[in-house]
Each structure stands twice: as structure tokens, then as C-alpha cells.
């Protein structure tokens, strides 16, 4: 796994181009909605390398390993705690397999929905799930943590220490929230971004924010009080249900494109997309920074 050094170095000239959304992809090639993605994937290993290969393609840099609830307390439902390990170390080498060339993220997400207190015992319940994640994510061979839709500064303090005690390298650390920087928690972004910094957060930012005419003015917003790497990874728009119960994103790629560049205009380093893109939006955005050059 790199260092943080090792990742700044790596990143510091220009922008990169992460991948777009996986689960509403997959979900498009097949997959249940009720399912668990990390097992379902692990059955069905051609979707996720034909998916992550049209990322590639397209020219995504970094890839997000199909890991994003693959903690013993998500995988228990389906009878997959006592394999955390196995099961992340797996995803990981499938994400490599499909792209070869580009840094491979271990994915991490909150844990809202499995703990809605912040007492002692919980954070050291969410440590220890944490810390089993990366020990997978290191035993696959990630090259970094990339910590994303986060809810509560607590989520990203238990990733930190599990890291720590893992002995983890660069972790990334991105949370979803209000256009106005507000997490859905009601605690500042900024405020907590820029403690996550000063703990030796590789980079910092957003994801799973609906794309929109206010998104590059967040990225300023968010630029202007952070020194780190800012990630920016927007949703296609605001989505609406469908008769089916199914998410449905509004925004084209062109349109998602134009937004993306106008956020790396504004500062942002990491970029891609989150629910609803797919490989067409990360090949629009690619086309549109060549145009702008």
C-alpha cells in the first residue's frame, strides 16, 4: 500500500480520473436489488470486470474496489462475517485483473445503518469492523483506503484509528452532503475536513452529492479552507423513483461533463462519478478537459 507521501507524489501533477457508480450498474446488468453486491460479485465476477474495463477504457485512473459494505457486520446477513478478510482480499484482486494498470482503491463506507449511536462501545464495534476491512484490503493488495459516503465525523475518526492499527497506509476520506457543505449529520464539512487533514488525510471531499449548477461552487467553497486533495464524485443529478421502485437519474452525460470540468476548474484533483454515471460520463468529462486544453 503507498504511503501518503507515496500517494501525493503520485497525484500531484494535474487531476485524476476515478471511476463512476458501480452499484446502480451493476444493478442495471442484473443484480437484485435486496442482494448482498459484495457476494453477488464474487458469483458473477464478468459483470464487475466488464464494468470496471468500460471505466478504463474511458480513461479512469483509479478504480474503486467493490468493497464499499464489505465489513463483518454488513456480510453476517448473508453468512459471510467469519470471511471479511477473504472476501475484500478477493474484490481487490478482481478490480486489479480489470485494470491492471491503474491504482486500485479499498473501498469503505459508513456504518449508519448498522449502529446509530456514538457511545464508547460502538466506536470500538465500528473499529473492529473497520480494522478486519483493511486487513483484507491490505492482504488483496490496495494501494490505498478510500473512505467514501460517509455520514458522521465519527465513521471517518474509527477508519482512522483502525488504519492506524493496521498499519495501513494513504487513506481518502469523503463524505456526502448538502450543497451548502452541511453533512447530513448537521456538523460543518469544512470543519471536519479540515481536522481529517491535520490527522494526515491523503485527500479529502465529497461524493454522492446530486450534480448541479451549485456543485463547482462547493468545490471553491470546500478549496478555500483545505490545502489537501480535494475529491469531487457527483451524482447524475437528483434522481426520481420509478413505478418500480427504482432510482432513476435525470442528468446526460454531456451535461454531467460540463459540470465536472467547471470542478476541477475549481480545485478539485479526484474526479468521477457516483449513482448513475457509468462509463459514457466518465468518457464525456475526459473528452471535454482534452477540449479545454
Same mark, same amino acid.
Given at each position: 500500500?503507498?504511503?501518503?507521501q507515496?500517494f501525493?507524489?503520485?497525484?500531484?501533477?494535474?487531476?485524476?480520473?476515478?471511476?463512476g457508480g458501480?452499484g446502480t450498474?451493476l444493478?442495471?446488468?442484473?443484480?437484485?436489488?435486496?442482494?448482498?453486491? !459484495? !457476494?453477488?460479485?464474487? #458469483?458473477h465476477?464478468e459483470?464487475?470486470?466488464?464494468?470496471?474495463?468500460?471505466?478504463v477504457? %474511458?480513461?479512469?485512473?483509479?478504480?474503486?474496489?467493490?468493497t464499499?459494505q464489505?465489513?463483518?457486520?454488513?456480510l453476517?446477513? @448473508?453468512?459471510?462475517a467469519?470471511?471479511? !478478510? =477473504?472476501?475484500?482480499?478477493?474484490?481487490v484482486a478482481? %478490480?486489479?485483473a480489470?485494470?491492471?494498470?491503474?491504482?486500485?482503491?479499498?473501498d469503505?463506507t459508513?456504518m *449508519?445503518?448498522?449502529? !446509530?449511536?456514538?457511545?464508547?462501545?460502538?466506536?470500538d464495534?465500528?473499529?473492529?469492523n473497520?480494522? =478486519?476491512?483493511i486487513?483484507?484490503?491490505?492482504d488483496?493488495?490496495?494501494?490505498?483506503?478510500?473512505?467514501?459516503?460517509? @455520514?458522521?465525523?465519527?465513521e471517518a475518526?474509527?477508519i482512522?484509528t483502525?488504519?492506524?492499527l493496521e498499519?495501513a497506509? #494513504?487513506a481518502?476520506f469523503?463524505?456526502?452532503?448538502q450543497?451548502?457543505?452541511t453533512?447530513?449529520?448537521?456538523?460543518?464539512?469544512?470543519?471536519?475536513l479540515?481536522?481529517?487533514?491535520?490527522?494526515?488525510?491523503? *485527500?479529502?471531499?465529497?461524493n454522492? @452529492?446530486?450534480?448541479g449548477?451549485d456543485?463547482?461552487?462547493?468545490? %471553491? =467553497? $470546500?478549496r478555500?479552507?483545505? =490545502?489537501?486533495?480535494?475529491?469531487?464524485?457527483p451524482?447524475a443529478?437528483?434522481?426520481?423513483?420509478?413505478a418500480?421502485?427504482?432510482?432513476?437519474?435525470?442528468?446526460g452525460?454531456d451535461?454531467?461533463a460540463?459540470?465536472?470540468?467547471?470542478?476541477r476548474?475549481?480545485?478539485?484533483? $479526484?474526479?468521477?462519478?457516483?449513482?448513475g454515471?457509468?462509463?459514457?460520463?466518465?468518457?464525456?468529462?475526459a473528452?471535454?478537459v482534452r477540449?479545454?486544453?
Amino acid at each position: 500500500m503507498l504511503t501518503k507521501q507515496e500517494f501525493t507524489e503520485k497525484i500531484a501533477a494535474g487531476y485524476w480520473l476515478l471511476d463512476g457508480g458501480t452499484g446502480t450498474n451493476l444493478r442495471a446488468m442484473g443484480m437484485p436489488r435486496e442482494a448482498c453486491a !459484495e !457476494e453477488w460479485i464474487l #458469483a458473477h465476477p464478468e459483470k464487475l470486470l466488464a464494468l470496471q474495463k468500460s471505466y478504463v477504457n %474511458s480513461g479512469s485512473k483509479i478504480l474503486l474496489a467493490p468493497t464499499f459494505q464489505a465489513t463483518p457486520a454488513a456480510l453476517e446477513r @448473508v453468512g459471510l462475517a467469519g470471511q471479511t !478478510e =477473504r472476501v475484500n482480499a478477493a474484490l481487490v484482486a478482481l %478490480s486489479r485483473a480489470a485494470g491492471p494498470g491503474c491504482l486500485i482503491a479499498g473501498d469503505m463506507t459508513t456504518m *449508519a445503518g448498522v449502529t !446509530e449511536s456514538w457511545d464508547t462501545a460502538n466506536f470500538d464495534f465500528m473499529v473492529e469492523n473497520y480494522r =478486519r476491512q483493511i486487513r483484507g484490503l491490505l492482504d488483496g493488495g490496495a494501494d490505498f483506503l478510500f473512505a467514501e459516503t460517509l @455520514v458522521y465525523p465519527q465513521e471517518a475518526e474509527a477508519i482512522f484509528t483502525a488504519a492506524c492499527l493496521e498499519e495501513a497506509g #494513504a487513506a481518502v476520506f469523503s463524505f456526502t452532503m448538502q450543497p451548502d457543505g452541511t453533512l447530513f449529520s448537521g456538523a460543518d464539512a469544512r470543519e471536519v475536513l479540515r481536522e481529517l487533514e491535520r490527522m494526515g488525510a491523503a *485527500a479529502v471531499g465529497f461524493n454522492c @452529492v446530486a450534480a448541479g449548477a451549485d456543485t463547482a461552487a462547493l468545490v %471553491s =467553497r $470546500l478549496r478555500r479552507q483545505l =490545502r489537501a486533495p480535494l475529491v469531487c464524485k457527483p451524482n447524475a443529478g437528483m434522481p426520481t423513483i420509478d413505478a418500480a421502485g427504482n432510482a432513476v437519474y435525470p442528468m446526460g452525460s454531456d451535461e454531467f461533463a460540463g459540470i465536472l470540468a467547471d470542478c476541477r476548474a475549481a480545485g478539485a484533483t $479526484l474526479l468521477g462519478g457516483c449513482c448513475g454515471t457509468d462509463a459514457a460520463y466518465i468518457a464525456a468529462f475526459a473528452a471535454r478537459v482534452r477540449g479545454r486544453e
